[in-house]
C-alpha cells in the first residue's frame, strides 16, 4: 500500500500543474499618448482602414457613432483629439455598443478616453459611440491604430474632422500620420566575430569559457570596445530566434538599458530596448545607435553597433563609464515578436565597467544558493528518507539487536529522518535568501516546498510524543506517522520535478526528467521486490505451520534466507542510490 500511494500520488500531482499562457488583451494604456504600438517596427504609410461617423456636426451632450472598418485586423486603437492640436490630450469619451469586440481605456487618468480591442481575434468591423463633452473643441479629428499583425500596423489613422454647428471652417493643414522614423542604416557583417583579442582590445563575455565563435558555431560572445568616446558592440550565438543583453544595477530583471538582435524570416534587426520588470521589454527608437550591421550563417546570428559612451538627454540609455552586471540571453522570435528566453540568462559573477580596460569574464545562468538548494533537497528526500523507509518497513527483523537503548534499525531509521529534516531546513532558507523574500515567478514549486517543510518538521515531532508498544493510541500514532510521511514524500517528489524546470537551477532537460523518473522507478522497484519477498516468506512459514514439521526451527531456516536476501538488496540498492546522487549532484556542480 506504502508503494501503491508513493507511486500514484506523486505521479497524479506532477501531471496535473500546468501553465497557463497568456494571450494579448487590448489594454494598451501606455501607448494612448503616441498612439504607436511597441512592437519595434516600423509603421506602414499608406492606410487600407477608414474611419466613418453618423454625423458631420455636434454639439455638447450629443452622442455620435463611429465605425472603424476595412481589411481584417487584430488590433486598434481609437481616439478623438483637437483638430487644431493632434499632439495633445484625447477629446471627450466612448461607450462601447459591442463589449465583446472592444473595451474602453484609461488615458490621462480619465476612463473611457480611448477605445481597444479585447482579443486578437480577427475583425473587420467595430461600432462606438463618441460623447461630446461641455468643454469640446470647436473641431474635433478621429485618429486610429490598426494592426493587422505584429509586424504590421498604420499609426494615428486620419478620420473625419466633425465642427459644432457655428464654428470657422476648419483650415489648418492636416499633419496626422506620424512621420516615419529616420532609421540609421544597416548593414552586412562579411566576416565572423574572433575572440583572438578578448583580454587586450576587447571586454569579452563568453559561454563556455574561452570558446570562439569563429571556430565554435556554439559560442555565445559578447565583446565590447572602445574607440574614443563610443562602444563598438558585437553579439554572436546559435539563435534562431533573438540574442539579446542588458546592463543592470543589479541580478534581477527591471529597469535595464537592454539591446536586442531579432530574426525576421533572413533579416535582423537590431533594436535597443528598456526593461521595465520581468515582462516584454519596452522597444525605443534606433537613434542612439550607429554603424549597425548583421549576420546569418550555420544557425548563428551575430549584430554588431556602435554607441556613444555617454547620451545625455537620451532616455532608457545607461552611461558605459559605470559599472553594470551585463545580462546574455536568447529565445524564440516569430513574425518579429519575441517571447521569453529558452534558458536562464547568462549573468557575469559580479559588476563591470565595459569601457575601463579589456578583460575575458565569465558569467553563470544558475548561482550557487539555487545549486546547494537543489542538491540539499535531492540528497534529502531521494536518498536519506529512502533509506529510512525502507529500513523501518522492512529491516526490523533484521537488525534488531539493541545498540545505545534501541533497536539498531530505530537508531540508524531516527537518525536518517532527523538527517532529513535538518538538510530541509537548510536547503528551505537558501532560496529566501537569494531572493530576498517570496518568488512569484517560480509557479508551484514554492508553496509546495512550504508543505513539504512544514510535514519535515512535524513527523520528528510526532515521533517525540510516540506512545508506548502495547498504548491503545499506538496504532493512531502509527497510521499518522506513516500517513504524514508518505504525503511528505509524495509532495517532495513532485516539487523536485517541478524545481527541476525552474529556469533559476538551469538543469540540462530533457536529461534531468528521465534521471528523476529513474529514480523514482528505481526505488518503487525495490520496494515491490521486498514486498513480494515478504509475502512469499509469510506464505512458506504458514504453510510449514500447517505441516507441524518444527515450526521453529523452519521459521528460524526462513527468517535467516530472507534476512540473507535482504541485505542482498539493500546493498544493491544503496549502490544504485549512490550512482544516482552522483550523477545528478555532478550536473548541478557543472552549471
Excluded at 499633419?175 to 516615419?180: D, E, F, I, N
Excluded at 530472507?562 to 545528478?584: D, M, P, Q, S
Aim: net charge neutral; proline share 6%; aromatic share 12%.
Amino acid at each position: 500500500m506504502a508503494v501503491l500511494g508513493f507511486t500514484l500520488g506523486t505521479f497524479i500531482l506532477v501531471l496535473h500543474i500546468s501553465s497557463v499562457a497568456n494571450y494579448p488583451s487590448g489594454k494598451v494604456g501606455t501607448s494612448c499618448r503616441g498612439m504607436v504600438p511597441e512592437h519595434g517596427h516600423t509603421a506602414h504609410p499608406d492606410p487600407i482602414h477608414n474611419i466613418s461617423v453618423s454625423q458631420m456636426t455636434f454639439r455638447p451632450g450629443d452622442q455620435i457613432e463611429v465605425t472603424l472598418s476595412g481589411k481584417p485586423f487584430k488590433g486598434f486603437l481609437l481616439e478623438a483629439r483637437a483638430a487644431e492640436d493632434l499632439s495633445g490630450p484625447p477629446v471627450g469619451s466612448f461607450t462601447l455598443i459591442d463589449s465583446q469586440v472592444s473595451q474602453l481605456l484609461t488615458c490621462e487618468d480619465v476612463q473611457g478616453y480611448a477605445v481597444s480591442h479585447t482579443s486578437p481575434s480577427k475583425k473587420t468591423k467595430v461600432k462606438v459611440y463618441w460623447n461630446a463633452p461641455s468643454d469640446a473643441p470647436d473641431h474635433v479629428k478621429f485618429l486610429v491604430t490598426v494592426v493587422e499583425k505584429y509586424k504590421i500596423y498604420w499609426v494615428k489613422i486620419p478620420g473625419p474632422i466633425i465642427s459644432q454647428p457655428n464654428a470657422l471652417p476648419f483650415t489648418t493643414p492636416e499633419a496626422t500620420r506620424a512621420p516615419l522614423s529616420t532609421f540609421p542604416p544597416v548593414s552586412h557583417l562579411t566576416k565572423s566575430f574572433s575572440a583572438s583579442d578578448c583580454g587586450n582590445k576587447k571586454f569579452c563575455i563568453r559561454s563556455p569559457v574561452n570558446c570562439d565563435p569563429e571556430k565554435e558555431p556554439a559560442c555565445f560572445f559578447l565583446s565590447f570596445t572602445r574607440d574614443d568616446q563610443s562602444v563598438v558592440v558585437e553579439m554572436s550565438g546559435p539563435s534562431k530566434g533573438y540574442l539579446s543583453f542588458a546592463f543592470s544595477h543589479d541580478r534581477w530583471m527591471g529597469d535595464d538599458d537592454a539591446y536586442l538582435c531579432i530574426r525576421e524570416d533572413q533579416t535582423v534587426h537590431i533594436q535597443p530596448s528598456h526593461l521595465t520588470g520581468r515582462s516584454h521589454p519596452v522597444m525605443d527608437s534606433k537613434g542612439a545607435l550607429e554603424d549597425l550591421a548583421w549576420r546569418l550563417a550555420d544557425g548563428v546570428m551575430q549584430c554588431s553597433f556602435r554607441r556613444n559612451i555617454t547620451l545625455p538627454g537620451v532616455k532608457n540609455r545607461f552611461d558605459l563609464n559605470t559599472s553594470y552586471y551585463i545580462f546574455l540571453a536568447d529565445g524564440a522570435a516569430d513574425d518579429g515578436q519575441i517571447y521569453k528566453h529558452s534558458q536562464q540568462p547568462l549573468i557575469t559573477y559580479e559588476k563591470y565597467n565595459v569601457t575601463d580596460y579589456p578583460r575575458n569574464v565569465g558569467g553563470s545562468r544558475s548561482f550557487f544558493l539555487l545549486k546547494a538548494h537543489g542538491a540539499l533537497m535531492f540528497v534529502a528526500w531521494m536518498t536519506t528518507v529512502s533509506i529510512g523507509v525502507l529500513i523501518a518497513r522492512f529491516f526490523k527483523s533484521v537488525w534488531s539487536k539493541a545498540f545505545f537503548g534501541q533497536a539498531a534499525w530505530f537508531q540508524v531509521h531516527r537518525m536518517l529522518m532527523l538527517t532529513t529534516t535538518a538538510l530541509t531546513c537548510i536547503a528551505f532558507v537558501l532560496p529566501f535568501v537569494y531572493r530576498g523574500g517570496w518568488s512569484w515567478y517560480a509557479g508551484y514549486h514554492p508553496s509546495l516546498g512550504c508543505i513539504v517543510m512544514i510535514l519535515a518538521v512535524l513527523q520528528p515531532l510526532l515521533a517525540a510524543f510516540r506512545p508506548t508498544l502495547h498504548d491503545p493510541r499506538r496504532p493512531m500514532f502509527n497510521w499518522t506517522h506513516w500517513s504524514m510521511g508518505t504525503a511528505a514524500r509524495i509532495i517532495a517528489v513532485a516539487t523536485m520535478f517541478l524545481g527541476m524546470d525552474l529556469p533559476g537551477l538551469d538543469l540540462p532537460g530533457p536529461w534531468k526528467t528521465y534521471t528523476m523518473i529513474g529514480f523514482v522507478a528505481w526505488h518503487v522497484g525495490v520496494e515491490i521486490v521486498l514486498e513480494i519477498h515478504a509475502y512469499r516468506l509469510s506464505r512458506k512459514v504458514e504453510i510449514l505451520d500447517d505441516a507441524r514439521i518444527q515450526i521453529l526451527q523452519s521459521f528460524t531456516v526462513a527468517e535467516a534466507e530472507g534476512h540473507a536476501f535482504k541485505k542482498v538488496v539493500f546493498a544493491v540498492y544503496i549502490c544504485g542510490n549512490v550512482t544516482f546522487l552522483i550523477i545528478f549532484l555532478s550536473a548541478i556542480n557543472q552549471l
